[in-house]
């Protein structure tokens, strides 16, 4: 990776990290998903074929992952970043199944360091509040802005920036020194195919604690599974099919509940 | 002369809230100092004198905590009894309480409704697409770049509307509305749909057991060397495709769901499970 690689790089794991200055909408709920983040690291890195193609099993992987008030588990934002160009400086020479392998463990790294900087940032907004304080207690209107956003964010860029640029610049190190295809035993690339199939099952696990909220839903989810397996639809059909379940089911219940039947 | 709040300051609370409710999150207030920058313009405009701005200020960085997308309804409710108080129709203690009686419900519709059920199904939509072509694989996030925080913001800003408009009772109203639970329900067939379809594309996992012997070929009377004689994947799919699959998602949903195992537990587990599969495999010669 280039130096203005990593810079930018790093800079979307600051602006997709949670809380960052252009609010949770914009930054952790879209510029943090897999699927965002997959494309902007493949159009700064150039390669965004590949990146979508590591990128969409992460999303899958990381569907589950969500913020119950405030509670960050795994900071996608650093993980899938940090997945996604690891994947495409070292994946050179791998297939698909190994690339997406080496994008899980290497999000796996990020994610873990994101929540470090997390709890790092977490703490030591902790003095602001005497700032705050300090403003309303003289009824600064006018300078509430100044604990929250500049002295917020300029905790928030540190935690965030900083050990971007270092693990970036780390990765693009390592992968100078050797040809990582080359290195690697072949049971390790195999295990880490196997392992990347087998991690999707945790994100849409996941998901399904939200969306199972009767026992007979399981059935609704077979329907969308046996599509594909037995009907060979692909998930763009699937999608369809399951908008116009949804339409006929709104209406249909609507309409009992107008007859009182129910 | 009655005071009200100017759609201006509306606007910049708004803003205020939307852009930086994350900025300052820590465990002694959450997001009371971002709380407290968006109702600092309203409060500027609302009271005259230092001692009142103070007053007023003191009560907005204590604790407060939502989900910030759907919870500007919360900020929409303040500014209104805020303004409600400037013209003593309402007392700064019935505020303090509204504000807190807020974060539970707010928090809850916004982390299960929006946060747990439209994002995924609208990234489950979104993916659908990028996997359609890989040429076109980038049409994905760009939908979603436009329609997530488009749809969000307008959202945000309509509850934080309807707060303002109808204070307390607004929330009550929006409560109540049997409409609420169709819509969810209605959002539940969808995301389920989708998910098994994701579930049955995304996720692999095959069983690498295979027995591999010489046979000798009578018709020719020759014997042939490595045949496949059994092969645990083919005789699984050939009962219900993918099943393997099926079973490890739900087997997670079950440890995630009612057995409380926390994500980083199941990853170990499912690493566990890879690396004995891939050991299995290589023993029976499935992977060379």
């Known amino acids: ?262 | 002369m009655t005071k009200k709040i100017s759609e201006k300051t509306l606007k910049k609370s708004f803003w205020n809230w939307f852009l930086w409710h994350g900025c300052s999150q820590q465990a002694e207030s959450m997001l009371g100092m971002a709380f407290a920058q968006s109702m600092a313009p309203v409060i500027d405009e609302l009271y005259d004198n230092k001692e009142e701005k103070a007053e007023a200020l003191k009560r907005h960085i204590t604790l407060f905590n939502t989900e910030p997308q759907v919870g500007s309804i919360c900020n929409g409710v303040v500014c209104g009894l805020e303004e409600a108080n400037a013209n003593k129709a309402c007392t700064p203690e019935l505020i303090s309480s509204v504000k807190v009686a807020l974060i539970g419900p707010t928090s809850a519709i916004g982390d299960s409704l929006w946060v747990a059920t439209f994002i995924p199904i609208l990234l489950t939509i979104c993916l659908s697409i990028s996997q359609a072509s890989p040429v076109t694989s980038w049409l994905g996030p760009v939908l979603y770049m436009i329609v997530y925080p488009l749809g969000t913001g307008i959202l945000s800003w309509n509850l934080f509307k309807l707060g303002y408009k109808s204070g307390i009772e607004g929330m009550q109203g929006f409560m109540s509305t049997g409409k609420l639970n169709t819509l969810t329900d209605t959002m539940t067939v969808l995301g389920l749909i989708v998910v098994g379809a994701l579930t049955a594309s995304f996720v692999t996992a095959s069983v690498p057991f295979r027995i591999v012997r010489d046979v000798f070929d009578a018709t020719q009377g020759i014997i042939l060397e490595n045949q496949v004689i059994f092969e645990a994947d083919i005789m699984l799919d050939s009962i219900f495709p993918k099943i393997l699959p099926l079973f490890l998602t739900l087997g997670v949903y079950y440890l995630y769901s009612k057995r409380k195992w926390s994500p980083l537990k199941l990853m170990g587990l499912i690493l566990i499970i890879a690396g004995v599969f891939t050991f299995v495999g290589y023993v029976t010669g499935f992977y060379v």
């Open chain 1, 1 to 262: 990776m280039e130096t203005y690689q990593i810079i930018l790089i790093a800079l979307f794991v600051y602006l997709g990290s949670i809380g960052s200055i252009i609010g949770n909408t914009m930054g952790w709920y879209t510029l943090g998903r897999p699927l965002v983040a997959s494309l902007v690291v493949g159009v700064i890195l150039g390669d965004v074929q590949t990146a979508m193609i590591v990128g969409i099993p992460l999303q899958i992987m990381y569907m589950g992952n969500v913020t119950p008030g405030g509670a960050v588990a795994w900071d996608l934002s650093y993980a899938t970043y940090i997945g996604v160009a690891g994947a495409i400086v070292f994946g050179i020479g791998l297939d698909t199944a190994q690339t997406i392998g080496l994008a899980v463990v290497f999000a796996g790294i990020g994610g873990l360091v994101g929540q470090i900087m997390w709890n790092v940032s977490y703490a030591a907004n902790l003095p602001l509040n005497r700032v705050a304080n300090k403003y309303a207690e003289v009824g600064e209107t006018k300078k509430m802005f100044i604990p929250n956003v500049v002295m917020g964010q300029s905790i928030g860029f540190a935690c965030r920036f900083i050990p971007a640029i270092i693990v970036l610049t780390s990765m693009t190190a390592a992968s100078a020194q050797s040809d990582f295809a080359a290195i690697i035993p072949g049971w390790v690339t195999t295990a880490l195919g196997v392992f990347g199939g087998m991690m999707a099952s945790l994100g849409m696990g996941i998901i399904l604690s939200f969306l199972l909220k009767k026992n007979y839903h399981i059935v609704i989810f077979l329907a969308g599974f046996v599509l594909v397996t037995y009907f060979s639809l692909s998930t763009m059909a699937v999608a369809v099919v399951a908008i116009i379940t949804a339409i006929l089911y709104y209406v249909a219940v609507s309409n009992i509940d107008k007859k009182g039947v129910a």
